[in-house]
T-cell receptor, first 115, second 112 residues
């Protein structure tokens, strides 16, 4: 299957700082990438859909100014958590999908802890 | 509103037995349904996709059925092994381009 690399795997930061998470598709061009958030023992909650070269589409209730998404190329999307607070602590996972049938290939996830 | 339910939060099964996981949905008319495996602290991994016109799909020890009348999919792991222990998620496309909605998952524990 396709390989998606997500970096960093874990980050601990102070409240008020911004954190950037990268998601790269290594062996295919991803027209669409997705960002999810997952709470312990809960399912994946879609935050936004990122399309290369255009603005991301955010799900209802997700703050656009809080979670900045950039998809500048067909292999890279970034999520920046701005002015992070302890309530932003969570497991963030990206995925990439190619054209056609909607199988998603996931990164390994980023565990964000805001102190 | 649209809803996806997986029958149980956790399922314990003895090695060698067949594990059966259930995914029920309401207010969807999906063209296909997918199953993913997620290990603790990792991203999900795609396992199988089944289309609305397919009744059954197999891959090695895995079997998926899809009943669009009952709005249900069953996921079977035959001859289960401890290495099969993980959380299994079903996912449906929500009718718009590209997006998947995931069920809450079933945590499978296979013991010796």
């Amino acid at each position: 299957g396709a390989v998606v690399s997500q970096h960093p795997s874990r980050v601990i930061c102070k409240s008020g700082t911004s954190v950037k998470i990268e998601c790269r598709s290594l062996d295919f061009q991803a027209t669409t990438m997705f960002w999810y958030r997952q709470f312990p023992k809960k399912s994946l909650m879609l935050m936004a859909t990122s399309n290369e070269g255009s603005k991301a589409t955010y799900e209802q209730g997700v703050e656009k100014d809080k979670f900045l998404i950039n998809h500048a190329s067909l292999t890279l999307s970034t999520l920046t958590v701005t002015s992070a607070h302890p309530e932003d602590s969570s497991f963030y996972i990206c995925s990439a999908g190619g054209a056609g049938v909607n199988i998603q290939y996931f990164g390994a996830g980023t565990r964000l802890s805001v102190l | 509103s649209q809803k996806i339910e997986q029958n149980s939060e956790a399922l314990n099964i003895q090695e060698g037995k067949t594990a059966t996981l259930t995914c029920n949905y309401t207010n969807y008319s999906p063209a296909y349904l997918q199953w993913y495996r997620q290990d603790p602290g990792r991203g999900p991994v795609f396992l199988l996709l089944i289309r609305e016109n397919e009744k059954e799909k197999r891959k090695e020890r895995l079997k998926v059925t899809f009943d669009t009348t009952l709005k249900q999919s069953l996921f079977h792991i035959t001859a289960s092994q401890p290495a099969d222990s993980a959380t299994y998620l079903c996912a449906l496309e929500d009718g718009t381009a590209s997006k998947l909605t995931f069920g809450t998952g079933t945590r499978l524990q296979v013991t010796l």
